[in-house]
C-alpha cells in the first residue's frame, strides 16, 4: 500500500503534430470546460512534424480559461535552465499562474546532437538534470543565480519576472539515478507512458524515490506522483496500453491511486481523442475521485 493521501487530478495529452492543430485546439477547449486540471504536451523538438511545445503552450493558453499546461516533459538539454526558467515565469503570468514545468534529461542523445546540444553520458546527464532544477528554483522564485561546475556556466543571472503563483518543478525518468535525484530536488515524479513502465515496475520506483527523499530530509508526501496513461475506454482490440470500459479504467486508476502512490493521470488516448475525452472527463474522473475518497475514509 502507497498512497501518500494527495488530492487527485487528471489531465489530457495533447498532439503536438502541426498537420493536427485544429484537431488539438478543440479538445484543449473541451477538457477546459470539462474540469481536468492539465494540459500535457510532450517535447521533442528535433521531430520535424511537431510544433515547439511552448509556442503552441502559449498560444492555447489564450484560448482557455482555467486549465493549467504541464510540459511532458521539457528537453533540458535543449533548452537551458535560466532560460527555461525565464520563459516558464513569463508564460506564469500571461496565463495568471496556469503552469507546471515538467522537465527532463533528454532521452535521444543523437536528435539531441543533431540540434547542437552537448551529447552527453549517463551520469552526466543525471548531474546536468539536478542542477538545472537548483538552477530553475532559484530563477522563478526571483533570486540572483549563479554557477560554475563541470555542467554549467551561469556568470550571474538576475531572475525575473516572479510568477504570482510558485511553478512546481516535476521530473520526468525512470533510472535510479534519475528517480534519485527526484526524490531530492523536484516537486513531483512523472513516469513514463504505463507501456514503457508497467504497473508492476512501480513500486520499487517509488521506493527509490522515497529512500531518497528521507534521506534528504524530506517528506515522501511532498512529492507528487505523475502517471502517463496510453490506451482507450471501450472496446479496442489489440489496442496498447490500459483498454476497456468506464469500470475498467475507474477501478485500474483508483487501484493505481491507492496501490501504487499515483496521484495525477495524464490520458494519453489512442483512438478518437475527443470522444474519448468526453467519456473521461464525465464519467472515468468523478467515478476514480469517489472511490478513492470513500477508500480514503474506510481507513
Known sequence: MADYGRSLSFGLSLDPEVDRLDET?????????????????????????????WTLITRLTAETRRISFLTDVADLQLRPPAMLAKAAASLGVLAEGRVVLGVGGGAFADAIAGMGGRRRNGGEMVAYTEQSLHVMRAALSGGGVRLHSDQHTIEGYAAGPVPPAPIPLWLGGQGPRMLAVAGRSSDGWISPLNIYVPPDEVPAKQKIIDDSARAAGRDPAEIRRIYNVIGAIGDLRGGPGLVGDVRLWTDTLTEWAVDLGFDTFIFWPVTAQRAQLDVFAAEVVPAVRERVGRIRGQR
Open 25 to 53: 485546439r478543440r479538445p484543449a477547449k473541451a477538457a477546459d470546460e470539462g474540469g481536468l486540471d492539465y494540459l500535457a504536451v510532450q517535447d521533442h523538438a528535433y521531430q520535424p512534424g511537431h510544433l515547439d511545445a
